[in-house]
Every structure is written in structure tokens, then in C-alpha cells.
């Protein structure tokens, strides 16, 4: 976290990417679909992706980005799940990187939901940090929400 905070304080503008139904991408090995099978009074049926109920379906898409991005990883590119952060000193840079990463996602059919990215910002809320040139902060909104919350009354409501 610390390697983190440094590569933020030296970078000034950064983009966020939301994949779009990335859960849904990773398919299941061929011949391996059997193993998922489950009935219903309609019949058996076998998954083609991995559902997410799975046990280490989360792992197994973060290690399948990683790879995509294994390159940039820390450069420039952070990537959490289905959420992507480009960080850039420069504006210049800032556009080649994000170009770079748009490119990885397009060729490994991955795509970005369009609602949910922020391109090109000083600021930006990343698995629930502020991150800016600045370094992390916390989101102010959360921290204001447990800031209302009601002093506890009991043992029970403290626990």
C-alpha cells in the first residue's frame, strides 16, 4: 500500500474503467462444463461461465485480468475486480495510457461500461478512497455517515 500511496502523490490525473458484465466473461474450460451441472424440474442444465457462487470465481477473473494488464500493473494500471485505474503524471501520457488499456480490454472482449468510467480526472473514488495527487483520503460522504450514526444505548447495540 505504501509503493501505492507514492505512485499516487507523483501522479496527477487518472481515469477509472467499469467492465461491463465481467463476471459473465470467463468461460468455463471445454469439456469441463459437466462439473456444474445442477437439475430443476425442467431438466439438468450446465453452466458456460463461471457464476460467481463458485468457489474462487473471484480469484480466478482477478488472476485473468491480471494477466491482461500484467505488464502495467503498478506502472500505471491498477486493477481491482471489475475495476480499473489508470494513473498518469502527464496529460499527454495520461492519453496513451488510457488508449493502451482501452486497447488490452478490446482485444481480450472485455468492455467498459460507459455510465460508470471517469476519463481524464484530478480526483477519483477507487474502492472507496479519494485518490487524487494528494495521496488517499477517505470518501468524505462515508465518513459523514458514520459520523451520524447514533452513539450506542446498550452492550448489544456497541457490539
Known sequence: MNQL???????????KIDLRGAYNLLLIKEGDEH???FGTKYGSYEYLVIPLRLPNALASFQNSVNDIFSDLLDVYVIVYLDD???FSKYEGEHVTHVFTVL????????????????FHVSSVEYLGYVISSEGLKMDQEKVQQILNLPPPRNIKALQ
Open 35 to 37: 462439473l456444474t451441472e
Open 103 to 118: 486497447a488490452r480490454l478490446r482485444a481480450n472482449d472485455l468492455f467498459a461500461k460507459a455510465s460508470k468510467c471517469l
Open 84 to 86: 480499473i485505474m489508470v
Open 5 to 15: 500511496l507514492t505512485v499516487f502523490t507523483v501522479s496527477s490525473i487518472f481515469s
